[in-house]
């Protein structure tokens, strides 16, 4: 919780209820959209003795809006994962207005979550259905000496990379393709198509940007992409390789995952 005090000023939201079922007619469909440092978190969802991103929002929920309330994020982040643009979705009968419900969930929340973003959105929103695309980032610091700066937020790696040829064999997993060769085995049993958008991979001085869009990811698809890049960057494939792994959709073949703290969830999108 922050130390700056909030006054909320409640008033009897003009609710119509059922009757026969006992059961909220007139609801709210609230959309936030939140920034967080996940380094301390088992991922979003909610996990038995573990810390959440999720658990941490219905919670402050709980505080402001006075009942239990279950959110729908948009991306499942994974542990020590990070966002910027995190989209959940909940249905409240709370008149109060947006503005002070998100200075009111910021009060209660902790210093490394924030809610940027609260809107009132139509009943048949969802947080996860609708959106048609997700942006994820991935920072590596490339350079000798680490960094007190970005140890939390970018995966150090020292030696040198090839930043033209990896650009090369990102340009590979645009378009649709069964990604297998970078999904986690408990994605076996499901369908490994995906739609890639957009995959970008840049040089900012120290700093590589590898950014992902696509209509859905993978669990670890990113990093395991991340990866077998960079086995392209350092010389140990090409884009022949890399053009093979991919089309030979076997896991075992591919690069591993780098490690969480370097992704970030950037937006989700929506028509």
Known sequence: MNDESVTIHYS??????????????????????????GTAYSGFQVQANAPSIQGEVERAIAQVVKGTTRIIGAGRTDAGVHARGQVVSFRTDSALPTETIMKALNFYLPEDIAVVAVEAVPAGFNARRSAISREYEYTILN???PSPFWRRFAYHMPGKLNVDRMVEASRLLEGEH??????????ATRSTVRRMIKAEVSREGDLLKLRFVADAFLPHQVRNMVGTLLWVGTGRLDGAGFRQIMEGRDRRRAGPAVPPHGLCLVRVNYR
Do not use: C, I, M, Q
């Open 12 to 37: 009897s939201p003009s609710v119509h209820r059922s009757s026969d079922l006992g059961t909220v007619e007139h609801w709210r469909n609230l959309k936030l959209v939140l920034e967080y440092d």
């Open 143 to 145: 350079r000798t000496p």
């Open 178 to 187: 069964d990604f297998a060769a970078f999904a986690e085995a408990s994605a």
